[in-house]
Nanobody, 114 residues
Framework: QVQPVESGGGLVQPGGSLRLSCVVR????????MGWYRQAPGKQRELVAR???????NYADSVKDRFTISRDNVKNTVYLQMSSLKSEDTAVYYC????????WGQGTQVTVSS
């Protein structure tokens, strides 16, 4: 099964920004909804943001107005622009398409700390 490839994580100070990228090489990428998820230590994986095939977006309340999800259908890539980062945003971030089109990737670590 196809695995998404996430990148762009790192260490950032509170209030900083990061842009995550995820490449998913699946047929029909442009019409498949994509989600960004995160899993913090000791917590369950949670959906952070989702974008459907026509660009409609949804966000978890905890990241609304700070994170922006977008996609480039030519590059089979989905992005997560994160701003005003907080320590509680520290987690491994994953992307995954809706449905059985791909498995979970390795994720990318985001650490927010001074």
């Amino acid at each position: 099964q196809v695995q998404p490839v996430e990148s762009g994580g790192g260490l950032v100070q509170p209030g900083g920004s990061l842009r995550l990228s995820c490449v998913v090489r699946i047929s029909g990428f442009s019409i498949i909804a994509m989600g960004w998820y995160r899993q913090a230590p000791g917590k369950q994986r949670e959906l952070v943001a989702r974008i459907n095939g026509v660009g409609v977006t949804n966000y978890a309340d905890s990241v609304k107005d700070r994170f922006t999800i977008s996609r480039d259908n030519v590059k089979n890539t989905v992005y997560l622009q994160m701003s005003s980062l907080k320590s509680e945003d520290t987690a491994v971030y994953y992307c995954k398409p809706d449905g059985p089109f791909a498995s979970w990737g390795q994720g990318t670590q985001v650490t927010v700390s001074s």
